[in-house]
């Protein structure tokens, strides 16, 4: 015997276990999101956070992140602080919801307290224990920051409740993540960032609810306007509005590499003619596939090396795209707006993390 086996023994095959430290992860169907977390997704059996300033499309991550555990068989959750929940919008957006199936999106509206929420997360563990049920469960909070705490349900009470609200986040989210270790639940939050009234450049703005939900997270995406509030809008043929380009970083991950950084455009309006890809109607929420190709044509800060854009494809003269030969064999140049046509015609470029590897 030797010593390694000592140890194993006495804390009972707890130490140097592969087992214990193997993981699924639950993707969010955005590549270029999956290709900057590196490991494809928010892992099973942790923490996550979505955070960023005012209409970043935190929430529009989050739903997708949803939808797409759905449509790998897995349970999908959401506590609703916001009031902002709309039935209709999160059909559109592919979700289902209201179909009467089991794989339908389980809402807890108007939540008002975090204790709810802790409590709420507590009786979808409880239940899963006793279910059936293996699959994927994704667990959404939208929003950390538009929810309160009992003491502000009491009427005449006065005086700062942040410091209450970050006590409590810290117990239930320190309790939380020994909860969900090893199993298939992940559950993932968005927050907001506010500006720090008064501090340092180098600290100007936080999140709300303290600094135990970030300290215990394994992964943390900061999503921000690409090119300003102003800058980042998308526009028609006949300069209207319809969407934004969307960029990020990947603020912390114990998965895999942090700060990887992504690109992605939402879409608002559904059924409008695409600037860029002529022909195409553009799609409602994020365009993960228009996401896809600004990743291979060379966001370069992107996960898989400053190479890849010359490894899977080149913009050749007038316009075209080139598909690298020694990759995909002899094929035809095509331009942006055929981008969906060779999709079907390749469909492993719909896996560039297959292609990598």
């Given at each position: 015997?030797?010593?390694?086996?000592?140890?194993?023994?006495?804390?009972?095959?707890?130490?140097?276990?592969?087992?214990?430290?193997?993981?699924?992860?639950?993707?969010?169907?955005?590549?270029?999101?999956?290709?900057?977390?590196?490991?494809?997704?928010?892992?099973?059996?942790?923490?996550?956070?979505?955070?960023?300033?005012?209409?970043?499309?935190?929430?529009?991550?989050?739903?997708?992140?949803?939808?797409?555990?759905?449509?790998?068989?897995?349970?999908?959750?959401?506590?609703?602080?916001?009031?902002?929940?709309?039935?209709?919008?999160?059909?559109?957006?592919?979700?289902?919801?209201?179909?009467?199936?089991?794989?339908?999106?389980?809402?807890?509206?108007?939540?008002?307290?975090?204790?709810?929420?802790?409590?709420?997360?507590?009786?979808?563990?409880?239940?899963?224990?006793?279910?059936?049920?293996?699959?994927?469960?994704?667990?959404?909070?939208?929003?950390?920051?538009?929810?309160?705490?009992?003491?502000?349900?009491?009427?005449?009470?006065?005086?700062?409740?942040?410091?209450?609200?970050?006590?409590?986040?810290?117990?239930?989210?320190?309790?939380?993540?020994?909860?969900?270790?090893?199993?298939?639940?992940?559950?993932?939050?968005?927050?907001?960032?506010?500006?720090?009234?008064?501090?340092?450049?180098?600290?100007?703005?936080h999140t709300p609810g303290g600094r135990a939900w970030p300290y215990i997270c394994s992964t943390r995406l900061e999503v921000e306007f690409d090119g300003g509030p102003t800058g980042s809008k998308i526009t028609d043929d006949d300069g209207e509005m319809i969407g934004r380009s969307i960029r990020g970083k990947v603020v912390k991950n114990k998965l895999g590499?942090?700060?990887?950084?992504?690109?992605?455009?939402?879409?608002?309006?559904?059924?409008?003619?695409?600037?860029?890809?002529?022909?195409?109607?553009?799609?409602?929420?994020?365009?993960?596939?228009?996401?896809?190709?600004?990743?291979?044509?060379?966001?370069?800060?992107?996960?898989?090396?400053?190479?890849?854009?010359?490894?899977?494809?080149?913009?050749?003269?007038?316009?075209?795209?080139?598909?690298?030969?020694?990759?995909?064999?002899?094929?035809?140049?095509?331009?942006?707006?055929?981008?969906?046509?060779?999709?079907?015609?390749?469909?492993?470029?719909?896996?560039?993390?297959?292609?990598?590897?």
């Amino acid at each position: 015997m030797s010593l390694n086996d000592d140890f194993k023994r006495a804390f009972k095959g707890a130490l140097f276990s592969s087992q214990a430290w193997t993981y699924e992860v639950l993707p969010t169907g955005c590549a270029p999101i999956d290709l900057a977390l590196v490991c494809g997704g928010f892992g099973e059996g942790r923490v996550g956070e979505i955070f960023g300033s005012w209409s970043t499309g935190k929430t529009l991550v989050l739903y997708r992140w949803l939808i797409e555990t759905q449509r790998n068989g897995g349970k999908a959750f959401l506590f609703e602080s916001e009031g902002g929940f709309h039935a209709d919008w999160f059909v559109a957006l592919g979700g289902i919801f209201g179909t009467g199936t089991k794989d339908d999106l389980l809402v807890v509206p108007n939540l008002t307290s975090v204790e709810d929420f802790f409590d709420g997360v507590d009786t979808i563990l409880k239940v899963l224990e006793t279910s059936k049920f293996k699959g994927p469960t994704a667990i959404g909070w939208d929003s950390l920051a538009a929810t309160g705490t009992k003491h502000l349900e009491k009427k005449g009470v006065k005086g700062s409740h942040a410091a209450k609200r970050a006590l409590l986040i810290s117990e239930g989210v320190t309790r939380l993540s020994g909860q969900i270790t090893g199993t298939r639940v992940a559950v993932v939050n968005t927050n907001q960032t506010k500006i720090k009234m008064g501090a340092k450049e180098w600290d100007e703005t936080h999140t709300p609810g303290g600094r135990a939900w970030p300290y215990i997270c394994s992964t943390r995406l900061e999503v921000e306007f690409d090119g300003g509030p102003t800058g980042s809008k998308i526009t028609d043929d006949d300069g209207e509005m319809i969407g934004r380009s969307i960029r990020g970083k990947v603020v912390k991950n114990k998965l895999g590499p942090p700060f990887g950084e992504f690109k992605f455009p939402v879409y608002t309006v559904a059924g409008v003619v695409h600037p860029v890809f002529e022909g195409v109607r553009t799609k409602v929420g994020i365009d993960c596939e228009e996401a896809l190709l600004d990743w291979y044509l060379g966001n370069k800060k992107a996960t898989f090396g400053e190479d890849h854009e010359h490894r899977f494809m080149t913009v050749a003269g007038a316009g075209y795209i080139t598909l690298n030969e020694d990759v995909f064999g002899k094929v035809k140049k095509f331009r942006k707006k055929d981008w969906l046509k060779t999709l079907e015609a390749y469909p492993m470029l719909l896996d560039p993390k297959g292609l990598v590897q």
